[in-house]
């Protein structure tokens, strides 16, 4: 409930009251200083678990099946990846909007969580598409492409704002990965 209310009013906007309030304790009491000695510690905790839920992604890159088509198995790691930036969705406003102000913290970020599933994401696009001269920079183009479809998204109050849906961009992006990967559409 802390990440919830970080997500939607931000860090620096949200106080030890209002969490309270939503965890069910006094507010302005203090109570929640009893778990956690500061409003950080409750955010590193927060980041933590988003750490630990991204294992699954992770796994699932590992055993997307042989029995989808290439270009099905792309839309289905697509797919995954957009369902975890909504549930991950307070966690990734709090990552936009607030982060900057914890530097140390959105280093952690960056090693803990995007580096490894980066690190999947690229051992998954070299299996897929071994002719491809750079999977590294295939993977960083998928993630960055579904991570800004979120993003707009969620600006726009769940309707992207240049009107197409979510499975319509998805498959698109599996074909230009497919292309990509089969040397159709060669990269720069």
Same mark, same amino acid.
């Given at each position: 409930m802390a990440m919830d209310l970080f997500g939607r009013h931000g860090y620096h906007a949200t106080t030890i %009251?209002?969490?309270? /309030?939503a965890a069910g304790l006094? %507010?302005?009491a203090?109570?929640?200083y009893r778990h956690f000695k500061t409003k950080r510690a409750?955010?590193?905790?927060?980041l933590r678990r988003q750490f630990e839920a991204g294992r699954p992604l992770v796994t699932y890159l590992e055993q997307t099946g042989a029995?989808?088509?290439?270009r099905d198995r792309f839309l289905a790691v697509a797919r995954a990846?957009?369902?975890?930036?909504?549930q991950e969705r307070d966690v990734n406003r709090l990552l936009l909007r607030d982060l900057a102000s914890f530097p140390d913290l959105l280093d952690q970020v960056r090693s803990q969580?995007? /580096?490894?599933?980066?690190?999947a994401l690229t051992g998954w696009v070299a299996r897929e598409s071994p002719r491809h001269p750079d999977p %590294?920079?295939?993977a960083a183009v998928l993630m960055a492409a579904v991570s800004h479809y979120w993003i707009f998204t969620d600006i726009f109050a769940g309707r992207h704002p240049h009107g197409v849906d979510s499975e319509r961009f998805l498959r698109t992006l599996a074909d230009l990965a497919v292309a990509v990967g089969d040397g159709v559409a060669d990269p720069p």
């Open positions: %009251a209002q969490i309270e /309030a006094s %507010a302005g203090g109570g929640l409750l955010l590193e905790e927060g029995e989808l088509s290439r990846g957009l369902r975890r930036l909504e969580e995007l /580096a490894r599933v980066h690190e %590294a920079a295939l």
